[in-house]
C-alpha cells in the first residue's frame, strides 16, 4: 500500500483521498446514475467494491434488506478467494478470524460394526501446494463487511443503498441513461414510496429468485428437483473426536453429514442431507428439531448436545443455469469483437441469479464473487472511457462457461457424496476424487479462452507457469530498492488497472538489452499502449501498472538502474515509484519456478488476475494490437 505521496497521512492510511463521486456522494439514491447493482450479496458487492477504484463513475448498491447480514448462508472460502481479497487489502484480517481447513476427514461405517461410524480417511487438503493462500471458513456475513470497509474507505466513498428493493426494468436506448428501474423504499422515511431510477447499466446481483433475470426474460434451467439439506450453527457438547475438523460422514442407514467447524473455536455447522425436496414434500418442514435427531442418529456411537443454535434453515438448491448473463441475445461471435455498438449489453446478472448448486462443493459464494470480479472492472474501464462497450460482451461469454463447468462438477461430487460405501467399487475412491480435483473446488480451474482480452498462445513457451488465460500464479521476488523478498501477485490491488510483467532478458540494469530496447518504446512509441489510451493529465501508470523482474540478485544493480516506464512519476509532487523494480529471491528463482525463458518476456495480466498475454520483449506491435481490440484512446 502506498500512501503519504499526495501530502503526510496522519489517520489510517487505508481511508483514501476522496475524488469524483466521492467528494460529493448524494445520501440519497439518485434519480441517475452510472451503474446500478441489485442485492448486497458476495456478487453484488464485490462488483461495487472493484467500481469503487473508479470515482468518475457513479455506483450505486440496493437491497431490499434494511440493514446488513447478519447469519447464515454460505462460508466456505476458497483459496482464489482469499487471493482476491489480498487484492482488496483485507486477506490478511480475515485469516486471523477464520477457521483454517489443512484436511479433511472422511467417517464411513466401520466395517467390523456398520452401525457405527469409524474414520476411513484423512487427506490433507492442498496436497498440491495450488496456493500459497488458505482454505477458509467464516461466515459470509464477515466478508460482505470487508467489502463494505474496503468501498468505504476507497476514494468514491461507496456505502449500500439497503431498504430500497428492485421491482422491474426497462431498457430505451439512445438516451443517455437507458435502463429504467421501477424501485420501492423498503425501510427508512421514504418506506412504501415507489419511484423510477435510471442508470447506464444495470448488474442484477439479487439471488436465485432474481428479478432482474426475469425482467431480462432469462430463465434458471437444470434440475427438475432441488436437493435439500437441514443446515444448523451451532454450539454443542460433543464426544465426537473430529467436531473440529471439516468431516463427510456417512452412515450404514445412508444418512450423511458434511461438518464445517467454523471460526471462533467453538460453532460448527452441520449439513444434514435431506435428500429431494421436491419428491417428498415434508422435507421442507423438517424442523431443527428433526435435524439434530438425523445428526446424532448418523453420527452414532458418538453424540451430539446441542446447547445454542445461531442459524439453522432447510436449503435447498438444484443445480441450474441461465444461458447467459446478460441481455443480448446469444451470437455466434465468440471474439467479442464487433463495431456495432447497439448489441453490447446494458443489464447483467452474476452468482445465484444465473447460476445455482449444491452447498457440497462450497461453491457458490466463491464462484459468485469471481462474477462480479470479472465484470466490475470491465464495467469500470468502458463508463471511464478506457475501454470500448464491446468489451462488455466477455463477461458473459467468460463467465457462463466457467458456471457450466462448476456445475457438471458439482453434480458429479454430489453425486459421488450421496453414494453408499458399498456402491463404491474402490473404497477410497471419494477421497482420491476429492485429492485428485483440488484444484476445482480451490477455484482455480477458470481457463478463459482466446478473446479481445485473451490472447492466443503462440507465444506461451517463454512463460510456461503462466498459462494464457488461468490466474496469475504468485512467486516469490526481491523487492530492489528495500530488499524485501515478497510475493510479486500479492503487490496487485485490486484498482482496476491491466499489470505488464517484463522479465528481463540476461543483460543486468543499466546495459543495452531486450528489455531496455523495449523499456523504452513503451514510453516514447505512439503505438505503446501507455503513450496511446493513458491521458496526458494521468500519472504513467494510471492505466497500466509495469513492472520488471531481473534474472540477477537485487544487489547486482542499483533500482535508479532501471528505465524510466519502471520508476515513473506519480502524485502532485511528482516522486518517483520506486516499487516496480525486482530481482530475483537466492534459492527460489522465479524464472525456474514459471518456466520464463532467459530471453525474457512479457506477461500481461488482466485486472481480475488472469493472464492475457505471453509476448517476447521484442514483439511490440503483437503488444500494441493485443490492446488495441478492447481499447481507446481517450477523449479530451
Ligand atoms: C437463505 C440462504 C441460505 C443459504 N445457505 C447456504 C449454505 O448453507 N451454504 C452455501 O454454500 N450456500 C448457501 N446459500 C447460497 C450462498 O449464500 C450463495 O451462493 C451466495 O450468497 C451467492 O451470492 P449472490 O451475491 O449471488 O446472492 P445472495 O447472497 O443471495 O444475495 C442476493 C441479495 O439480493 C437481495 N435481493 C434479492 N431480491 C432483491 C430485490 N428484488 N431488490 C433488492 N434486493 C434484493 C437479497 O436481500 C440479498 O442480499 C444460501 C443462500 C440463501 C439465500
Redesign the pocket.
Known sequence: MQFHHHGYVTTDPRIQPAAGIGLDRPDELPDEMDVLI????????ITAAQLAAFPEVHTRI????PHR?EV?????IQARSVETFQAFGFAEELSREAYHITEMAFWKPDPERPEHIARAAQPVDDPQGISEFPHLIVN?ARILDHFAESMANSPSRMRPDFG????ELSVEDSVEFPVAVRVRHTAGPREGEERTVRAKYVLG???????VRTSIGRRLDGDQANHA?G?MDVLARTDFPDIRLKCAIQSDSGGSILLIPREGGHLF?M?VDLGEADQHGDVRSTTLEQIIQQANEILHPYSLDVRHVAWH?V?E?GHRLTDAFDDVEVSGDESGESDDVGTCPRVFI????CH?HS?KA????NV?MQDGFNLGWKLGQVLSGTCRPELLRTYSQERQEVAKNLIDFDREWSTLMAMKPEEFEDPSFLEDFYVKTAEFPAGFMTEYRPSMITGAAEHQHLAEGYPIGKRFKSARVVRVCDTNPLHLGHQAEADGRWRIYAFADRPAAGQDSALTRWAQWMVESADSPVRRFTHEDQDLDALFDVKVVYQQRHTEFEVTDAPQIFLPEVGPYRLLQYEKVFGVLEGEDIFDARGISRDGAVVVVRPDQYVAHVLPLTDTAALAAFFEQSMQPPRD
Open positions: 441489485v442485492g448486497t450479496g458476495p456478487a453484488g458487492m440496493i437491497d431490499r434488506r447480514l447464515g448462508q454460505a462460508d466456505g459470509q430500497v428493493e428492485f421491482l446481483a439479487d439471488g436465485a429468485r432474481s428479478q439439506w443446515v455447522r449439513y434453515s436449503y438448491v452474476a452468482g445465484d441469479a445455482t452447498a462450497g461453491q457458490g459464494m459468485s
